[in-house]
């Protein structure tokens, strides 16, 4: 792009009968054009940023100034507490609660999620029958909106008439009430994201595999490597990368984890009658929308957000040792 | 490497947006809809005043009584805008923006009795409606809607509009297979108090199995604590110096109490209102019997439908009258126009455009014109097996006591009934709940 756009300016076919009376500006000219090639491409690249800067940066700081204040919506005094919001947050045992059922989650959620991911992408990049099929198949999960998703897995889910308990039914188990506790309430939330998530991974890692030489499976076959010592030697450390960015991905989701939960409580904030389920993001929701403390509730946004960081950093740790080191 | 260094780079950026996007509707205003159109600079101009309101189907029942006053007042049309049919999630956090950011809300805007304790505790917010001489409306009304309109300076500045008044709806059909009775005359006799009522439950459990006597617990819990808050001074969670007394007050204790004996009875579905699974229950036939103040009616025909018409029965409720919902309307101070907004919400709760709403969805007057007009004992309900409706709501709505609604109490009622609920369906043990209900309840108004 840029090669071409040098090669266009270095050949500058001045109209030399337009304006002659302007001609003798050669050096404004050339800062003009110099400007051009300078500043143009920020210029182009512009819109993303202003628009970052008036929906993400400010909302950011604004939140952190927020924060920092007794701000409640309609009425107080909205003075300056310093952090006492925080301190008061890390000693409140329901946001701890919150802490708890989001990791708790995303644990049960993105392990199971993304191993079976890794196996899925690893048979679709297998010769098989029908390949483009199966390939398709595995990303429609990701075009439901997740509040269908949700709905559908709340019934699925549910205590009296839901099929998850009638097929549970034959097997001797009673009724369970999966709101109720705190396991039952995170397993459904998970298969929720799962559902949804799993084959968006596979077809993530699928492309990473793409990328792999052939001849490195040959080397190997030919070396006498079983077909398992190859996916351990090869595709995984080769496609460590990809399982990065969909750690990371994930990661992100899983700690601002929101509509699942939500709709799985009945549209209601408090994420069952004694938190069981209820996320960060939702007690965010709770303090700031249905208690109307703008300031606790910014707070708790900046500590999910260093939670995402803190979350992310120690995830890499783990993921860059995949494979061994290189 | 480098491909990783930038991809955590963009990252880095994204976790910021996501962190961003979580928070930045905090800071959303919402769009400035509604907004009164004209210049009130050319005096004898058209001038439009909006009317905002919640709730789901009819919700206020304000347009025939609407379409009255535009024929009437050429020169004054009123928007009838209903925004939602939800109060505490969508319309009450946005309207609370809208007052705060002073731009947005209506001329004549609606608000639930959940929301009253912090409206009355924000004057600065309402135009004090004695001003446009509007203290003449007090006979109209029993004492305790007329004090709810008063703010925390004494000043009126908001008008009742109905109230919610108690019964049991019933299900007739369910009743007969249990042995009871089910003409509504003797069903009421049959649970003259609330032990009574857990009697009869009883009897009807140990004849039907596949269906519970009730559906869940927070709807008797609410009209077990109206009833007893009349009689421990007219309190509930908080007392007149808004010092929180749950823990304290044994109005809530007792309907606590209550509520913890007929759930450990068995009697319950263990199903919460307004949830896919209480909708569920209403056609699935999982209870025969749901406290109903008088707009409950309209949800259970709207949920049960046609299959059920002519099954469902309305009788009296135990304990005597007992109160869940009912609404108000004030005027923000932002209105341009607040002597005709004045004059307007003057007129949507005056008896007649009362009686019009209750024609027009079933809302209970809160007047005692109304409430004594033949309009209202007359009335029956064709769905309800035609049950005499103004009959059974009449002594119901007209012994309502006032209870102080303290300015937190919305966050600690919604807290405390999540116990209540979490002890019925098994989440909170029975022996802990007390304890946990004082907590939560301590959190809420902290």
Redesign the interface.
């Known amino acids: 792009m840029s090669v071409n756009l040098h090669s266009q300016r270095a050949d500058p076919v001045p109209p030399p009968r337009l304006r002659p009376g302007r001609h003798h500006a050669g050096p404004q000219r050339r800062f003009l054009s110099q400007f051009d090639i300078r500043a143009t491409p920020y210029l182009l690249i512009s819109p993303y940023f202003l628009l970052f800067a008036v929906f993400g940066l400010f909302p950011l700081v604004f939140t952190l100034w927020v924060s920092l204040h007794d701000y409640e919506l309609a009425g107080g005094d909205a003075a300056f507490t310093g952090l006492e919001n925080y301190a008061n947050l890390l000693t409140d045992a329901s946001f701890w609660n919150a802490v708890v059922n989001t990791v708790g989650i995303f644990v049960l959620a993105t392990v199971p999620q993304l191993v079976l991911a890794l196996m899925l992408a690893n048979a679709l990049n297998k010769r098989l029958r029908g390949r483009l099929f199966f390939r398709l198949g595995v990303l429609i999960p990701l075009v439901t909106s997740v509040v269908a998703v949700a709905i559908v897995f709340t019934q699925l889910f549910g205590r009296d008439f839901g099929m998850v308990n009638w097929l549970l039914g034959f097997f001797g188990v009673e009724n369970i009430n999966w709101q109720n506790a705190k396991w039952s309430s995170w397993i459904a939330i998970a298969t929720m994201v799962d559902w949804r998530w799993t084959g968006y991974n596979a077809i993530i890692y699928l492309a990473g595999m793409q990328t792999i030489p052939r001849d490195l499976y040959e080397a190997a076959s030919i070396d006498g490597a079983s077909s398992r010592r190859q996916f351990w030697s090869i595709t995984l450390p080769m496609i460590r990368p990809t399982i990065i960015f969909t750690v990371f991905v994930s990661t992100i989701g899983g700690l601002t984890l929101f509509a699942e939960p939500v709709m799985f409580g009945s549209n209601r904030m408090e994420g069952g009658s004694t938190g069981q389920f209820q996320t960060i993001a939702m007690y965010i929701v709770k303090e700031g929308f249905r208690d109307f403390d703008y300031g606790y509730a910014a707070a708790a946004a900046w500590l999910l957000f260093i939670l995402i960081l803190v979350g992310v950093a120690i995830n890499y740790t783990f993921i860059r040792r995949i494979g061994g080191n290189q | 490497m480098i491909?990783?260094m930038r991809?955590?780079k963009m990252?880095a950026v994204?976790?910021?947006?996501?962190?961003?996007?979580?928070?930045?509707a905090?800071?959303g205003s919402g769009d400035t809809g509604g907004q009164t159109g004209g210049s009130s600079a050319a005096a004898p101009e058209k001038i439009t005043l909006t009317l905002q309101t919640f709730g789901g189907g009819t919700n206020f029942g304000y347009k025939a009584a609407v379409e009255k006053w535009n024929a009437e007042h050429p020169n004054v049309q009123v928007k009838y805008n209903n925004l939602t049919d939800s109060f505490?999630?969508v319309y009450w956090?946005q309207m609370?923006?809208w007052?705060?950011s002073g731009t947005g809300a209506g001329d004549v805007v609606g608000i639930d009795e959940g929301g009253m304790g912090?409206a009355k505790?924000?004057p600065q917010?309402f135009t004090d409606l004695g001003q446009y001489g509007l203290q003449s409306r007090q006979a109209d009304f029993p004492a305790w809607k007329w004090e709810n309109g008063l703010n925390a300076e004494g000043k009126l500045f908001a008008l009742g509009t109905d109230v919610g008044g108690m019964s049991i709806c019933y299900r007739t059909d369910l009743f007969k297979k249990a042995g009871l009775p089910t003409d509504r005359d003797e069903v009421s006799k049959l649970w003259a108090t609330w032990d009574d009522f857990i009697k009869a439950g009883q009897d009807f459990q140990s004849k039907v199995k596949d269906a519970k006597f009730v559906d869940s617990v927070n709807t008797i819990y609410n009209v077990v604590l109206s009833q007893e808050a009349a009689k421990n001074g007219n309190v509930t969670y908080f007392d007149k110096d808004q010092q929180l007394i749950a823990d304290k007050n044994p109005a809530v204790k007792t309907a606590f109490d209550f509520t913890q004996k007929i759930s450990q009875a068995g009697l319950t579905a263990?199903l919460?209102n307004?949830?896919?699974?209480w909708n569920?229950?209403f056609v699935?036939s999982?209870f025969a019997t749901l406290g109903c103040p008088g707009w409950m009616l309209g949800v259970v025909s709207g949920t049960a439908g046609e299959e059920f018409k002519g099954k469902w029965d309305v009788a009296t409720v135990p304990g005597g009258g007992g109160n869940w919902g009912g609404s108000w309307l004030a005027v923000p101070k932002q209105s341009k126009h607040p002597k005709e907004a004045a004059e307007l919400a003057s007129y949507l709760t005056s008896p007649e455009a009362q009686l019009m709403a209750f024609k027009e969805g079933g809302n209970l007057p809160s007047t005692i014109p109304a409430q004594d007009s033949p309009d209202l004992k007359s009335a029956t309900n064709e769905y309800f097996n035609n049950a005499p409706i103004g009959e059974i709501f009449g002594p119901s709505i007209k012994s309502l006591q006032p209870t102080f609604l303290g300015e937190k109490h919305a966050?600690v009622k919604?807290a405390v009934e999540?116990?209540v609920?979490?002890?019925d369906?098994?989440?909170?043990p029975y022996g802990q709940a007390w304890q946990?209900f004082g907590e939560v309840g301590q959190?809420?108004a902290g």
Do not use: H, W, Y
């Open positions: 491909g990783n991809r955590g990252l994204a976790s910021v947006m996501t962190a961003a996007l979580a928070v930045s905090a800071c505490e999630n956090p609370l923006q007052l705060q912090l505790a924000r917010f263990k919460q307004f949830t896919d699974p569920t229950g699935k999982q966050q919604a999540q116990v609920i979490g002890m369906q098994g989440a909170v946990r959190k809420a």
